[in-house]
């Protein structure tokens, strides 16, 4: 169980951080969506469990899940084209990620409260680690921070002189972005067993 979590892990970061811009409001969207849609799936359980539909849970579940990613992309491409335009098809990874899908599909006979508290905070440490990833390769790649500004426009802040980056500007490459992942997911895997190894100790006392 424990090897399936972690492959489900770096499986979903993956498929998040490497085809997409490494700039921080790219990230933040994803993120933004995976979040709508950790509630939105957890809510939409419940509703089957309620109405007695278990058979057809999980296209009833799926089907929603495009539904309203489709709909999240219409607002961005209405509120921010660019962004919905960079990230084209990525936006749909979210919704079929194996991080959402597992999240999703199992312990759904616990409460609703419980099941909402457990999955939004496995999906909040999962995605600090995503925008720490971006805003890295933000800062460090393109020497410069980004996130939603006024007029339908992405804000864009030069922190760095684009001269004096450097040897730094291959983070923002796909090659530096594995490299990136890589380190991110080796330090993820690290504080997760050491989280563990706490617990466990604790509960042997």
């Known amino acids: 169980m424990k090897q399936k979590k972690s492959f489900m892990y770096i499986a979903s970061f993956l498929a998040l951080t490497i085809p997409t811009t490494g700039r921080f409001v790219f990230g933040f969207t994803l993120v933004l969506e995976l979040f709508i849609l950790e509630i939105a799936g957890v809510l939409l359980n419940s509703l089957v469990t309620k109405l007695k539909l278990n058979e057809i849970r999980t296209y ?18 209405i509120t921010y084209t660019e962004v919905a335009l960079v990230l084209g098809f990525l936006i749909y990874f979210p919704p079929v990620t194996i991080f959402l899908t597992y999240t999703l599909f199992t312990d759904i ?7 909402l508290k457990n999955n939004l905070t496995s999906t909040l440490v999962f995605s600090l680690f995503i925008l720490v990833f971006f805003i890295f390769r933000d800062i460090a790649g393109y020497g410069t921070f980004t996130f939603f500004g006024s007029s339908h426009r992405i804000y864009e802040k030069v922190l760095l002189n684009p001269d004096k980056v450097g040897i730094f500007t291959f983070f923002a490459s796909i090659p530096g972005a594995l490299v990136l992942t890589s380190l991110t997911i080796y330090l993820f895997l690290f504080l997760r067993n050491k989280y ?3 617990l466990s100790k604790g509960e042997k006392k």
Request: glycine content about 0%; cysteine-free.
């Open 60 to 77: 009833f579940v799926m089907f929603f899940m495009i539904a309203i990613t489709i709909l999240y992309r219409q607002i961005l491409v």
């Open 109 to 115: 006979e616990e409460p609703l409260a419980l099941r």
């Open 196 to 198: 563990r190894i706490i």
